[in-house]
């Protein structure tokens, strides 16, 4: 079969971008024809903010390109990572004009919260969740600290849900973990058309010794990330055990200074993805110290599970769902370095405790998290966006055709039944 894939990559590269070549490389390894179309935010340099604001709402050029391209290369769905904010929501009316089915998964919450996270002043916030018009963020400056920006993202959910874009133009929403599908129904999705299927790691190399006795944590040096509770608890360790660091940030000065002041700190940067799956691999333990939601599902988590690593992670969103306390790691709350340094202690301080919770970590990767049955759950919503699409154009066929009496529902079904799948 033949698929278009889309996708926006933003400036910072992100676990996004490495969702959608993955999902690329697994269709083209099952045989299967994969169109790409995608745009990058670098182009947004130089563009007044009218002129953004217009594009984000609606881009008469990707609408234009992508309905093109539909009705030349003939895909029988489109399957978007990110429309936001180049692509936008035109991408699925110009799939839809042409007939193809559309999925668009739901790596973060920007389509129920203008910044994405659903964190204001470092604490989880939902004000927005819900509201028709996500006034708060406006009030807020959410988006990027500007009340402008905020203005024209608000203003682009609230258009989009007053046309009935997400409940009428997009056939299955993919949200990555039950957490995200309950916050999405809860703002207002239909709850029919959303769908649960989790990222995976393509490249299994098998489980990691874990032999290197250290803690890593890896991602944006940010706030959101809780780079500062993390600091905040190796201050209170004293050393006992050895931290890697992996990314890069706006707090990354923070990290050079913690990482000066004490020899148990190592900041690594940014690092290739073969050596940082190596690294996770040896470590004792992955660090997820977020104060905010984490996106939808954080694509670390199952890394590290990939390599039979334990995970010590806030009891918040996805990753309270994804750590099993005792099982596969442990939990903390929120902002509490006290309780992040206690729960590594204690971690540490029973080796067989932690050999068993890593036989656990590999076991769950291979249950829920692998290559092989990530294909067939993205097969299966494929195959109920087609049928979900096929059945719309049929229902509008017999509109068409044959007009019916509103209470005629066997001749409505007989003519959905008559018309083929696509």
């Known amino acids: 079969m033949k698929f278009l894939l889309v996708h926006n990559y933003y400036q910072n590269p992100g676990g996004e ?4 070549s993955d999902e690329c490389a697994l269709l083209e390894a099952h045989g299967h024809d994969v169109i790409r179309y995608t745009v990058h935010n670098d182009s947004m340099n130089g563009m007044g903010s009218f002129e953004m604001a217009r594009r984000t709402l609606w881009n008469p050029r990707s609408y234009a390109e992508l309905r093109a391209l539909v009705r030349r290369e003939r895909p029988v769905l489109m ?4 429309t936001f904010p180049l692509v936008s929501p035109a991408a699925y009316y110009a799939a ?11 790596h973060n919450y920007r389509l129920l919260c203008p910044n994405a996270l659903f ?5 989880v916030c939902e004000d927005c969740l819900g509201k028709f018009v996500p006034w708060p963020a406006i009030q807020h400056g959410c988006y990027r600290g500007s009340r402008s920006a905020s203005t024209a993202v608000a203003g682009l959910l609230a258009a989009h849900r007053a046309i009935g874009t997400w409940r009428h133009q997009v056939d299955r929403f993919i949200a990555l973990s039950d957490f995200a599908r309950r916050k999405f129904i809860a703002g207002g999705f239909p709850a029919e058309r959303l769908v649960v299927k989790s990222n995976f790691v393509s490249t299994d190399t098998g489980p990691g010794p874990g032999r ?7 991602g944006r040096l940010s706030e959101e990330k809780g780079i500062q509770t993390l600091l905040a608890a190796w201050a209170r360790m004293k050393s006992l055990v050895p931290l890697k660091i992996i990314g890069d940030g706006p707090l990354a000065e923070q990290v050079r200074a913690a990482a000066a002041q004490d020899s148990a700190i190592e900041w690594l940067g940014q690092r290739p993805f073969d050596e940082v799956q190596t690294i996770i691999g040896d470590a004792a333990c992955l660090i997820a110290p977020s104060v905010c939601y984490e996106g939808a599902l954080p694509r670390t988590i199952i890394e590290a599970f990939c390599q039979g690593t334990p995970v010590v992670a806030s009891s918040l969103g996805a990753m309270a769902e994804l750590v099993e306390p005792g099982h596969t790691g442990w939990l903390f709350e929120p902002g509490n370095s006290t309780a992040l340094a206690e729960a590594v202690t204690d971690l540490l301080s029973r080796p067989d405790r932690l050999a068993v919770m ?3 970590a590999r076991a769950e990767f291979e249950s829920r998290y692998t290559a092989r049955d990530n294909y067939q759950r993205l097969m299966t919503i494929y195959a109920d966006a087609l049928r979900a699409r096929n059945n719309h154009a049929a229902a509008e066929a017999c509109a068409i055709q044959q007009p019916l009496p509103r209470t005629d529902a066997a001749a409505t079904t007989s003519c959905l039944h008559a018309v083929p799948e696509r």
């Open 17 to 20: 971008d490495q969702v959608f």
């Open 79 to 82: 399957h978007c990572a990110n």
């Open 96 to 106: 839809h004009a042409e007939g193809a089915a559309v999925v668009q998964t739901l």
């Open 119 to 123: 964190l204001r002043d470092g604490r």
């Open 212 to 218: 290197g006795g250290y803690a890593v944590c890896i």
């Open 358 to 360: 890593r036989a656990r």
